[in-house]
């Protein structure tokens, strides 16, 4: 979303507030404002003095589904969606889908609806997720304290665990389902290490933090469908001789995602597996 001076001319009134336009690029945008639609027909220029957020979203199926979505919402809780997507791209630098504009909307309306009802859903995954995305669990953090601040409503901190899903999501180019599977698959992962090899992990060391990235992004190219191929089989197999406990680790963890994920992992991703354990392993040992 971005505001600037520009003329803009209606395509169609979404509601009192809100209207579809045409950018002077001829691109489509939505434009909210209070008492913005009201009156105003297509073919007419949007009132710049009204105008207080464009949403510029280049998907058309986004955009049309962004429009459904706020026609029978309240303003300010698309303003506050929005806020929270700016400080997300803008204070954090995150490269997000642009269907966090519906999924994170929709999300917020419908939890401000459930708080006002007091209805509360408890996060069971609430602890892995302030353990393994900890980034997007500050923005549901921030979030949770924008809506506290803008509407006071105060949601709990469960709250701010559903939100950093959304964020997951959108980071990671998958679906709220897949999202809700990847605390726990982290998890997972990092047991069998410590299971297999019988060690214990510090996770505030710099070779956790990158080891369980690692995992982020190979659960990442799981769900993206972009794996690595079968290029390095004679590094595969070096490695295999030289690092026996770690690689058939890394096939232990190959064969709890294939069952799981129901995916293949290639050579090249167990080989990649098997270095990264190698090296969390080395240096929780040399720390003993």
């Not at 303003?75 to 630098?93: G, P, R, V």
């Not at 500050?138 to 979030?143: C, K, S, V, W």
């Not at 990847?182 to 710099?206: A, C, G, M, Q, T």
């Amino acid at each position: 979303m971005s505001l600037g001076k520009v003329i803009m001319v209606i395509q169609k009134v979404i509601n009192n507030n809100i209207v579809s336009a045409y950018d002077e690029m001829g691109r489509e945008v939505v434009v909210m404002g209070r008492g913005l639609g009201f009156g105003a027909k297509p073919g007419m220029t949007v009132d710049p003095s009204r105008t207080e957020k464009i949403f510029r979203i280049e998907s058309s199926g986004v955009v049309q589904k962004f429009k459904e979505l706020i026609a029978d919402m309240p303003l300010e809780h698309a303003e506050i969606s929005n806020d929270i997507i700016a400080y997300a791209e803008s204070t954090l630098k995150l490269e997000l889908n642009q269907s966090i504009y519906v999924t994170l909307t929709d999300h917020i309306n419908f939890a401000i609806e459930r708080y006002r009802k007091g209805i509360v859903f408890e996060n069971a995954l609430l602890w892995e997720i302030k353990r393994f995305y900890a980034q997007e669990y500050e923005l549901g953090q921030y979030a949770v304290r924008l809506i506290g601040e803008k509407l006071k409503i105060f949601l709990p901190e469960d709250e701010a665990g559903f939100i950093a899903l959304h964020f997951v999501n959108a980071e990671y180019g998958t679906n709220i389902q897949d999202a809700v599977r990847f605390p726990n698959l982290v998890r997972d992962i990092l047991d069998i290490v410590i299971s297999e090899l019988k060690i214990s992990l510090d996770e505030k060391s710099l070779h956790y933090e990158r080891f369980v990235t690692h995992i982020k992004f190979l659960l990442q190219r799981i769900y993206r469908k972009e794996l690595l191929p079968n290029e390095e089989e004679e590094l595969a197999q070096m490695m295999q001789k030289k690092y026996p406990q770690e690689y058939a680790c890394s096939r232990k963890i190959a064969a709890y995602i294939e069952e799981t994920a129901n995916c293949r992992l290639s050579g090249e991703e167990v080989m990649y597996m098997a270095i990264h354990i190698r090296r969390v392993t080395m240096a929780e040992k040399e720390e003993e």
